[in-house]
C-alpha cells in the first residue's frame, strides 16, 4: 500500500511557474514509478509526465514538453512536477500517482493515487 500526498499547488499568473511536490509513504518508493495526471472541470484525467523506478526514464505529454520537468528523490520518498511558463489552459487538479512497474504512462497502468492539489493561471 502506498499513500501519495500533493501540494505546492495555487494561482499563478500566466508565465509564471510552480512546483509540485508528492510524498510518498512506505519503504518501497523506488520501486513504483510514478506519474502526473490533471484533470480540468468536465474533461477527463490526462497524462502529464512519468518518471522511471531509478529516475532515469523520463516522459511528457506533448502539451507540456519543454515547459515542465518531472524528477524524483528516492531517499525522500518524494517526486515532483516543476512548471514554467504556465498557460491557462493548464489550469485543472493536478494527481500524482505510482505504477508498480518500471514505467507507466497511461492512467490504468496506475494503482495509487493521490487527493490532488489545485493549479490555476490566470491571464
Known amino acids: 500500500q502506498v499513500q501519495l500526498v500533493e501540494s505546492g499547488g495555487g494561482l499563478v499568473q500566466t508565465g509564471g511557474s510552480l512546483r509540485l511536490s508528492c510524498a510518498a509513504s512506505?519503504?518501497?518508493?523506488?520501486?513504483?514509478?510514478m506519474g502526473w495526471f490533471r484533470q480540468a472541470p468536465g474533461k477527463e484525467r490526462e497524462f502529464v509526465a512519468s518518471?522511471?523506478?531509478?529516475?532515469?526514464?523520463?516522459y511528457y505529454a506533448h502539451s507540456v514538453k519543454g515547459r515542465f520537468t518531472i524528477s524524483r528523490d528516492n531517499a525522500k520518498n518524494t517526486v515532483y512536477l516543476q512548471m514554467n511558463i504556465l498557460k491557462p489552459e493548464d489550469t485543472a487538479v493536478y494527481y500524482c500517482a505510482a505504477a508498480a512497474r518500471p514505467i507507466a504512462t497511461i492512467l490504468r497502468e496506475y494503482d495509487y493515487w493521490g487527493q490532488g492539489t489545485q493549479v490555476t493561471v490566470s491571464s
Open positions: 512506505g519503504r518501497t518508493f523506488s520501486s513504483y514509478a
Open positions: 518518471i522511471s523506478r531509478s529516475g532515469g526514464g523520463t
